[in-house]
């Protein structure tokens, strides 16, 4: 947990315009600044930032947040690491966690001598590689300069059944066996996981050694040996690489998917750094929506070889989904033979960046694919293409690729549009893995308590004047009000929350939407100052007090019309008697 002031602080020393403008470009425009979306395809720029108010909104896709906000959506990083980045370009020293429960503080204890532990491992290698000179020939043989072999922080592990006593004396320590260093073996006998290996630390974003993936030397088995999953370090979320690709990622707009850490390395020494190295495990949705946030687009790069198409095609099912219309995919096959270390040694990082540039779409791959297994020149052939498509077409996200896609497969199929979206059941909404750009472009909602909705944002504590009971209940903007009233009853002191500490706070609401839309259209669209909209928000809510309720306003429906039950015109005349007596 990261104390509630410790937040309060960082927000106030960090400067939204700043941190945004490190990955949008942002052009002022009255108080505000305005940039391209980096959160949906677009021309015009809605993207919208407040250096008053210390929040973001895009009038497009509805993206929202504070600083802290930014940071995890477009870094694609979690909370705390968000918080850490922030905080270290502030210069702020984070707090110490505290912990809810001696459980929890145990296993924070214990995580961090396991990152303690890792660390000490890396430096150990390393300080081994420099005393080995059949690895450091190995290195050279590939290519590899020692600047290239400290930036991925090579290490070695000698071929020893218990090298690592030499840094931990402490060696029989069961930490040792949790973080994967060493292997507990039958007999209680112990011995070093990694032997007679090259070794590559595995790094988190933020560059806490992870795990390691070693080679062999010699000809020992396996090739390829990695840190088994431990509490630190779980495959299907890591990339290889990525700390060390990141300025090279953002610089080229363009994120490299290969398969070993060798690769990475040697694609790095060869120029081509934005390349990363799933780890040992099929490409996961975390791989790719992870990747797709730091770079516009995502090339796969596999062996040209059946187990290389095999596994392209998983990472092609994975990306179905994820793909974006401003965000493509593609796959590169390199000749048979090859992999992107050997290619590129011998061809050279130009050449290799050519063949990045021709790599086959997505909705090639896949409509190449398709056609393969089935023979378009027979009526039989086509349905079958058509049948095999469905799924594949149906998980599609992206409303742009998908339309592209459907057009190309009703014209192979000797289908119309029309007819192959009805074969393939595509009338119904995709699901998108963004919100949809319209929710936030859909027309204002009229009523009262959305203008009370859109005021509240003034000084939040004022729906607690609002009278819940007034409320029309069926209307989404009523509910938004109602879990506002809950949000702020659960925030303490109400005084103390600022515009940015309120964006994160309605971001995780059920009516986030709807609340981070009130929130831009009072800053942005109503410009009112504090007290012009205090003042109005209190027209409003003595409004909605005068306001007919719902039930005699439908009772006098039915009593106008004619359809109303002799009880229901009784109670109907009850009251305009009783509202005539009322009448001073
Ligand atoms: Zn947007």
Redesign the pocket.
Known sequence: MIPESFKQDLLNRTDIVDVVSRYVQLKKAGANFLGL?P??N?KTP??TVSPAKQFYH?F????HGNAIGFMMAHAGLGYVDAVKELASSAGMQMPEFQPRSPEEAARRERETDLYALMERAMEFYRAELKKAPRAIDYLKGRGLTGEIAARFRIGYAPNDWQALRAAFPEYEDKALVECGLVIQGEEGKRYDRFRDRVMFPILSARGAVIGFGGRVLGEGEPKYLNSPETPLFEKGREVYGLVQARDAIRAAGRVLVVEGYMDVVALAQFGVGYAVATLGTATTPVHVSKLLRLADELVFCFDGDAAGRKAAWRALEVSLPLALDNKPVSFLFLPEGDDPDSYVRSHGGDALERLIREAQTLSGFLLAELRAQSDLATPEGRSRFLTAAKPHVQRIAAPGLRLQVVKQVAEMARVSQEEAERLMELRSAPTYARPA?QRASAPLPLSLEWKLLARAFARPELVLEIDPSLLSPELPESQALLELMELLKGAGDTARLSDSVLAELIDKAAHGAMLSRAQAVLNFELRLGEDEAVSEFREFVGALRRREPEADRTLRQRVLKGVATPDERRRFEEKMLGSLRNRP
């Open positions: 979306c959160f949906h677009e809605s993207f895009c497009g896709c509805g993206a750009p």
